[in-house]
């Protein structure tokens, strides 16, 4: 079975299908030592994303929101790739949302004590962690995070570097 249908069969489809839509970026940030940041909020372990504003770029969107939630300086985040995609419900208010966030391979040029978390978003840690160790986050992790990740590895994470 595809990871895909996986992620797929995790949605509720029936329960969504008249929800408005919203549109989310984010990245799966690398630092120099290929190690991956998470973020820690509402009690989950995720990684940092957000809307996308009118008319901007989704790339763009997915490097001010990395910013913005990690305190990561943007000079020294690149995009090095598009990744999947993914859908999740989610409540502003009383309104409940369908989301879909575009995800990027992102590389950090930086020191692994940059980060600065968005408190007033509820993010109260951010923490590079080796993919290895992912294990260790299940409990707490996102399922999207997982399908992300695993895409990565499998499709990108071992492209030769220039």
């Given amino acids: ?3 895909r249908r996986r992620l797929d069969d995790k949605v509720n489809w029936d ?11 984010g990245g799966l940030v690398c630092n120099r030592f290929d190690h991956i940041l998470l ?3 509402r009690g989950k372990w995720d990684m940092p994303k957000g809307r996308i504003e009118t008319d901007q770029p989704k790339d763009v969107a997915a490097l001010r929101e990395v910013n913005e939630e990690t305190g990561l ?14 859908w999740h419900t989610t409540r502003h208010g009383d309104v409940e949302y369908l989301k879909k966030t575009y995800w990027y391979l992102m590389k950090y040029d930086g020191d692994d004590d940059d980060t600065k ?11 590079w962690i080796h993919v290895s160790d992912l294990p260790a986050y299940q409990e ?3 399922p999207r995070i997982n399908y992300v990740v695993d895409f990565w590895h499998q499709n990108l994470a071992y492209v030769p570097r220039s």
């Fill in 117 to 127: 978390p968005q408190m007033e978003e509820g993010i109260i840690e951010c923490r």
């Fill in 1 to 3: 079975m595809s990871n």
């Fill in 73 to 86: 300086n943007i000079d020294k985040l690149t995009i090095q790739g598009k990744l999947v995609s993914t």
């Fill in 15 to 25: 329960n969504t299908l008249g929800l408005p839509i919203i549109a989310s970026a």
């Fill in 140 to 142: 707490l992790l996102r």
């Fill in 39 to 41: 973020i820690f909020k």
